[in-house]
């Protein structure tokens, strides 16, 4: 079987007990299920896992990250987004997740606070990974677009932060990769990708010049060439990401089709 993971984000408003389902029919070996949208429907993490353990369906999180900055100068915001993000701690547990995903904090402010926001972005990032370890929880840094406000992006910058983290004591920290990414740093992402330690997953989707996670057969990358190169070298979950609010489940099965025709 294939590593590959669909995100629950490829149908957010399909339930995500249908979406565990669903994601076994289509061969995928685990999903990637976004707190938000779990919180948001509703569901009973436990009854959601027994679905998925039903059907032989391993799972990852994805924190929340849209309204959140884990080193913000407001301090009130800092404080609910670490709260958030424990929450999300207990969710991965809840549901036997063996990764969580978290997105870096951001600049508050561009070219302002660089020292705050590194120390403080370190201090959260022991906190979360502290409770994860209680909770036999990997924490996973993902590597974020190059664009104004983001301040880990480049290879350099990531292992920086993750080795300073870990130089608080912390073992349970790891990275995530997301190709699409690492085209804002390289027009060859798998070179990039290669100067990352410690990755413990990958998120895959393509990209056009005007918009980043389109469909893994929609973009300038070459899935067929990339997929199979990935498959032979990393032995982690391989996380397919998009979004569709629509409704339905045409965006996750066209992908996992196009994962699953490029390893022939």
């Not at 991965?92 to 870096?104: E, F, K, R």
Request: overall charge negative.
């Amino acid at each position: 079987m294939s590593r590959m993971y669909l995100s629950t984000s490829l149908a957010w408003n399909e339930p995500l007990l249908e979406f565990a389902r669903r994601a076994h029919e289509l061969g995928a070996a685990g999903i990637e299920i976004w707190a938000e949208q779990l919180w948001g429907q509703g569901d009973d993490p436990a009854r959601l896992k027994a679905e998925c353990d039903g059907v032989g369906v391993k799972r990852t999180i994805h924190g929340p990250s849209w309204d959140l900055n884990l080193c913000s100068i407001d301090a009130k915001m800092l404080k609910a987004s670490l709260e958030c993000t424990l929450d999300a701690v207990e969710l991965a547990s809840q549901l036997g997740a063996s990764i969580l995903v978290v997105h870096p904090g951001r600049s508050s402010l561009s070219g302002y606070f660089a020292e705050y926001h590194w120390s403080a972005l370190k201090r959260s990032y022991v906190e979360i990974c502290g409770l994860a370890a209680q909770r036999g929880v990997m924490v996973a840094v993902e590597a974020m677009e190059h664009v104004p406000k983001e301040f880990l992006c480049t290879p350099e910058e990531v292992n920086l932060f993750v080795d300073a983290v870990k130089s608080e004591g912390v073992g349970n920290i790891g990275v995530v990769a997301d190709i699409a990414h690492l085209t804002t740093i390289s027009p060859e992402p798998l070179e990039s990708l290669a100067a990352l330690k410690g990755v413990i997953e990958l998120h895959v989707s393509n990209s056009t010049d005007r918009k980043l996670h389109t469909p893994l057969d929609e973009g300038a990358l070459d899935f067929q060439r990339i997929l199979p190169a990935l498959e032979a070298h990393y032995e982690v979950p391989i996380v397919i990401e998009g979004i569709s609010v629509g409704s339905g489940y045409d965006l996750a099965s066209r992908n996992a089709r196009a994962y699953l025709n490029a390893l022939g």
